[in-house]
């Protein structure tokens, strides 16, 4: 089993829609958690932490449940630059381990 | 300022040839960390250091090794290249060791024909 699952979509969706992503990690001893942006053949790119309270951050807000082992991303009004792939990430002392990734495109 | 560095930027090499790649971190941090992304998949760990110590390895053979310089600076050498290890390698930086968010160059696309 994977360490981290995500669904890979790809995700389309109309500008100005909501989209939530959601991913579950196997490690319940992981310490933190993130999401990272990744475009096309481009380098991963921190888009937030995730902490247990839920956090917000402009558009995009994400939140942690430790005991479903599960965390989540939304955006709020989609804007075509948020096309990407977007990976969900655990930390477990040193190491970052990696969802594949879910595929978003936004349309016009 | 600037951010993680990454040369080169594109490599191809033939199987069973050697090849060195190099990453600077952002300045002031001392952690670097190598991973693999092959295409269609989330980036793979391979190794981490932190003050010139290995203080984690990923699930690669031994052709794979690293090491870190005084100044942070790190390498990242695979021998015996298979056609296998054609990817994205990317180097990340972060402040110290552990559970850190990492910051990541723009990486090397290594090409073994």
């Known amino acids: 089993r994977k360490e981290v699952e995500q669904d890979p979509g790809p995700f389309n969706v109309p500008e100005g829609a909501t989209v939530a992503f959601n991913c579950t990690y196997s490690n319940s001893a992981s310490q933190s958690f993130f999401w990272y942006r990744q475009d096309c053949r481009k380098e991963p790119k921190l888009l937030m932490s995730v902490y247990s309270s839920g956090n917000e951050d402009g558009r995009f807000t994400a939140q942690l449940n430790r005991a479903s082992q599960y965390i989540s991303l939304l955006i709020r009004d989609s804007k075509l630059s948020d096309s990407a792939t977007y990976l969900c990430?655990?930390?477990?002392?040193?190491?970052?381990?990696f969802g594949k990734g879910t595929s978003l495109l936004v349309t016009p | 300022d600037a951010g993680v560095t990454q040369s080169p930027t594109h490599l191809i090499k033939t199987r069973g040839q050697h090849v060195t790649l190099r990453c600077s971190p952002i300045s002031g941090h001392k952690s670097v960390s190598w991973y693999q992304q092959v295409l269609g998949q989330g980036p793979q760990f391979i190794f981490q250091y932190y003050e010139k110590e290995e203080r984690g390895r990923g699930n690669f053979p031994d052709r794979f090794s690293a090491r870190q310089f005084p100044n942070y600076s790190s390498e990242l050498n695979v021998n015996a290249l298979l056609l296998g290890d054609s990817a994205l390698y990317l180097c990340?930086?972060?402040?110290?060791?552990?559970?850190?968010?990492?910051?990541f160059g723009p990486g090397t696309r290594l090409t073994v024909t």
């Open positions: 990340a930086s972060s402040p110290g060791q552990g559970a850190h968010e990492q910051y």
């Open positions: 990430v655990v930390n477990d002392g040193y190491a970052l381990n």
